[in-house]
């Protein structure tokens, strides 16, 4: 993460970030250089042992690109993905790490006042939480209707949402206008407070780090 400039008081802005993450998330790099080595490692690791389906291992090879096109041409900076295991099955999840930074000649919002205007929105559930890093902007979303399936041979609606639960967290990094979003997804709405346990606790782990390394 890089930034310019200096804060008010003369102090640096911090150099980077370091957040604590579950075993069996990967980093998927998602620049242009570096995406299709990235994504080709991780489906390698997937599909280790397994040489008989070939289709599935193009299909999600396909995909992952695709999610790590598109979380770069959003502005994002760093996307991790979840592997975790939960017996036979893989705990499906994301976490998608952008810099928001200032319009040229503009301001972002106070943190209190970006909260405000999204709860007067309606976007979700908006609250102001104290991390260790910051105070953050929270927004719980929640969409589609998993409990009403479409009967069986119906054709899907595509511009039907998928259900998934959002979780964002946005935090003023120190000495600079911009903020870190941290935007966290999952579609297992049947667990979703156990998944969201998992995130806030993600996102409480962040910390600025300086130049040397060291915490701030």
């Known amino acids: 993460m890089t930034s310019n400039g200096t804060g008010a008081s003369g102090a640096a802005p911090p150099a ?3 957040l604590l993450l579950p ?3 990967f980093r998927v790099r998602i620049d242009p250089d570096g995406r299709e080595q990235s994504v080709d490692a991780l489906v390698d690791r997937q599909f280790e ?5 070939p289709h599935i291992k193009r299909q999600l090879r396909e995909r992952l690109l695709a999610q790590a096109v598109a979380a770069y041409q959003d502005g994002g900076i760093e996307l991790y993905l979840s592997l975790q295991q939960a017996g036979p099955m893989t ?4 976490l ?3 810099l928001v930074t200032p319009p040229p000649g503009g301001s972002l919002p106070a943190t209190a006042d970006l909260a405000t205007r999204l709860a007067a929105d309606g976007d979700g559930d908006v609250s102001l939480v104290e991390l260790p890093a910051a105070t953050a902007v929270r927004v719980r979303r929640e969409t589609g ?3 009403r399936p479409a009967p069986a041979g119906a054709p899907g609606d595509p511009d039907e949402v998928l259900p998934s639960i959002t979780l964002d967290y946005q935090l003023p990094v120190p000495a600079t206008e911009a903020y870190l979003l941290l935007t966290f997804s ?3 709405i049947q667990i979703g407070d156990a998944m969201v346990e998992l995130f806030d ?6 910390t600025w780090m300086d130049g040397d390394g060291a915490h701030e």
Do not use: H, K, M
């Open 145 to 147: 209707q998993p409990d």
């Open 201 to 206: 606790a993600v996102a409480g782990s962040l």
């Open 16 to 18: 980077d970030y370091r």
């Open 96 to 98: 998608l790490i952008t």
């Open 49 to 53: 042992g397994v040489d008989n389906a």
């Open 91 to 94: 705990i499906p999840a994301s």
């Open 186 to 188: 999952t579609p297992l």
């Open 23 to 25: 075993d069996g998330w």
